[in-house]
């Protein structure tokens, strides 16, 4: 019999719960990046190769997400299929979501604020995405920050991803990071990665070159009591990235287009992610997919560390 206390809402697969059981190496996937970050069927493929990626890796998949108003912990495929076919009309969760999702025994998509919650909630420690949410561009006039970042400062799960999305305010988010004790941390690179391209010219606070050190920093830092996430941004490999100066332009185009249609809230980054994709010909979902598989291998090898400490 569990002694979880969140067994009433959770539905964890057997697969996972057989892992988290022994002690062994699992890796969260958020489902959001399914239903709203790409069209399908390439978001379903992707999440296949996402999770092919993790076991790769030595780890166990475990993609979340809301269904029937269950905390799902581990997706078969057939439910993976149905959120990708199903695509935005499946309601996009973060942390204030949860409880009406549920409630009302709705299917949600979880963020990576949703996915870090019901992770912690399984006992998984090690989450990899494609890229955080964070301040947004303009936030003098519309307050608007990503759920994502309050999650960090307190929920214990590492999250590896390539940085925080290069269509936000990435100096304005990192300073919040910094405010609310997050440790923002390269892997294997000086410079903070910007999703699309290696190199924002932004310092992190640390950088680690294995995934032994970042599992060892993770550990003590939880083993201290110190509570709340890190952030392991990892560069999109070389081979896959775009060109610095053509992506910002396009950036800046979607940005502008974005602002005339009066997109706000949460319909801001999926408007985003499509406006990019369509005015660089797909080019910018392919760096997207290859970013995502990367990051899932990356944090296979830190789960698989973590669980061996």
């Not at 206390?5 to 964890?12: A, R, T, V």
């Not at 269509?167 to 300073?175: K, P």
Request: negative net charge; hydrophobic residues 45%.
């Amino acid at each position: 019999m569990s002694n979880n206390p969140f067994d009433e809402f959770l539905e964890i697969a057997p697969e996972v719960a057989s892992a988290l059981i022994a002690g062994g190496p699992v890796v969260a996937l958020e489902s959001t990046i399914i239903s709203h970050g790409m069209p399908y069927p390439r978001n379903v493929e992707t999440a296949a190769l996402v999770e092919e990626a993790v076991r790769d890796g030595g780890a166990v998949p475990a993609t979340i997400a809301v269904l029937n108003g269950r905390l799902k912990v581990g997706l078969s495929d057939d439910e993976i299929e149905v959120i990708g076919k199903r695509g935005t009309d499946v309601i996009k969760c973060s942390r204030r979501d949860l409880p009406f999702v549920v409630a009302g025994k709705m299917d949600g998509a979880t963020t990576v604020a949703a996915t870090m919650i019901i992770a912690a909630m399984a006992g998984i420690r090690v989450f990899a995405t494609g890229g955080i949410g964070g301040v947004h561009r303009g936030v003098e006039q519309t307050m608007d920050i990503s759920a994502d970042l309050e999650e960090l400062a307190r929920t214990n799960v590492a999250v590896v991803c390539a940085g925080i999305k290069s269509v936000l305010d990435i100096g304005r988010s990192l300073e919040y990071l910094e405010t609310q004790g997050v440790p923002v941390v390269t892997y294997g690179a000086d410079y903070l990665p910007a999703f699309y391209v290696p190199d924002s010219g932004f310092t992190a606070d640390y950088r680690v070159d294995s995934p032994a050190e970042a599992a060892r920093a993770m550990k003590i830092k939880w083993d201290m009591g110190l509570d709340g996430g890190l952030v392991f941004a990892v560069p999109i490999p070389d081979e896959f990235a775009l060109d610095k100066t053509e992506i910002d332009a396009v950036i800046n185009d979607a940005d502008a287009e974005m602002r005339r249609q009066g997109i706000t809230g949460k319909d801001t980054t999926p408007f985003m992610l499509a406006s990019i994709a369509e005015r660089t010909g797909g080019r910018s979902l392919d760096a997207n997919i290859q970013l995502v598989i990367n990051n899932a291998g990356i944090a296979a090898a830190m789960a698989v560390a973590l669980a061996n400490l």
